[in-house]
């Protein structure tokens, strides 16, 4: 079966640190891979997706960005965090070429900084 | 551009009683519907899903109908429970000619159930 696997679980840094958060799937290849971030009291948005390795396709210019080395690793970074930042960052995956298919979540990262 | 709107929140309802979450949505082609749920502090679980126009997706006593013609997924169960309590996301999925393979979330309704 597939699973996937998000960490850390919890994060504070201080503004201006970098940031590296990763996540990865297993049981499966050339999943479609997701990073959402949920501000406080809002909703999903929808940061990076990536339809293969070395493909990125950023939904909101930020202060983020995203690789993918490996088939199931997908990676989210900065160099500098700023306060808004702060937020619980959400991977998902989900099959390829299978727009009818859920995504599947991870547990998430809750990110503080401070 | 695809999108989705859900009803703001938060809701509070007692024990029992009849729920609808409205959730309304623009697309091209036909794309496929979700509704996801999120327990505190964890990732969103999927709670039910319907592909094509008329299809009614259900789970744990909750239902949805995808229609076409108004363009909505409208979210209903019939007697809630205090372990409903949760965030819940309608979301969709842009139709299988889309180029696009991302998937677009509502911006959440929190619900509270009283006992």
């Known amino acids: 079966s597939q699973t996937i696997h998000q960490w850390p679980a919890t994060l504070v840094q201080p503004v201006g640190s970098p940031l590296s958060l990763e996540c990865t799937v297993e049981?499966?290849?050339?999943?479609?891979l997701y990073w959402y971030r949920q501000a406080a009291g809002r909703g999903l948005q929808l940061l990076f997706y990536s339809v293969g390795i070395g493909q990125i396709s950023s939904e909101v210019p930020q202060n983020l960005s995203a690789s993918r080395p490996q088939d199931r690793q997908f990676i989210l970074s900065s160099k500098k965090l700023l306060l808004s930042d702060s937020g619980f960052y959400l991977c998902a995956w989900r099959p390829p070429d299978r727009e009818n298919t859920e995504a599947f979540f991870g547990q998430g990262t809750r990110l503080t900084v401070v | 551009g695809d999108s989705v709107t859900q009803m703001e929140g938060p809701v509070t309802l007692s024990e029992e009683a009849f729920l609808t979450i409205n959730c309304t949505y623009t697309?091209?082609?036909?794309?496929?519907l979700f509704w996801y749920v999120q327990y505190p502090g964890e990732g969103l679980q999927l709670l039910l899903k319907a592909t094509k126009a008329d299809d009614k997706g259900s789970n744990k006593g909750f239902e949805a109908t995808y229609r076409k013609e108004t363009t909505s997924f409208h979210l209903e169960k019939g007697s809630v429970q205090v372990s409903d309590s949760a965030v819940y996301f309608c979301a969709l999925s842009p139709g299988a000619y889309s180029s696009a393979s991302k998937i677009i979330f509502g911006s959440g309704t929190r619900l509270s159930i009283r006992p």
């Open positions: 049981g499966t290849s050339n999943p479609n």
């Open positions: 697309a091209t082609g036909y794309p496929s």
